[in-house]
């Protein structure tokens, strides 16, 4: 059986493709879910996703990831800055974990230089457009790999 990755989409990320494209692109979510689960199924992993714009529908997510999910990439949107609830539920998963960001929040305003999920990931992706799914990617698969 194939191994899944849960990829999480917070808030407003359904409005890729019309939403500040100068910041975020022109991609649709769908478009960046397709590539990132095209290559993981070509690598074996299997990829569920869960985009919602309510805080506790991610946060029973990456619950029920515990017993299904060996790892967990989510762009959380605007609650990477504000959800100690989320960053409490992804602390009790103990797979793989990486945050992306198609933007780099570090360059942008103030209230985007603090991630409440900072500390519980393995680490984070930011700044590389399209890419940053690619490359959140390639990170779960590096982190699993060194785990055998
Ligand atoms: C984002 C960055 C966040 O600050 C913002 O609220 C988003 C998108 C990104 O992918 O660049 O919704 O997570």
Do not use: C
């Not at 199924?41 to 619950?63: K, P, Y």
């Not at 602390?91 to 992306?100: D, I, N, P, R, T």
Request: proline letters at 3%; glycine letters at 8%.
């Amino acid at each position: 059986m194939s191994k899944e990755i849960l990829l999480l989409s917070g808030p407003n990320l359904d409005q890729l493709g019309t939403r500040s494209p100068e910041i975020y692109g022109t991609q649709t979510l769908a478009e960046h879910v397709n590539r990132f689960s095209e290559q993981a199924e070509l690598d074996g992993f299997s990829v569920r996703h869960v985009q919602s714009n309510f805080e506790g529908d991610l946060i029973e997510a990456a619950h029920a990831a515990r017993s299904t999910s060996v790892a967990i990439v989510i762009n959380a949107g605007a609650l990477t800055h504000t959800s100690w609830a989320l960053t409490d539920a992804l602390a009790m998963f103990s797979g793989v974990k990486v945050e992306v960001h198609l933007s780099n929040p570090a360059a942008r305003e103030p209230f985007r230089h603090v991630s409440t999920l900072a500390g519980v990931v393995n680490g984070s992706i930011a700044g590389f457009g399209p890419a940053s799914y690619d490359l959140a990617l390639e990170a779960v698969q590096r982190l699993l790999a060194a785990q055998q």
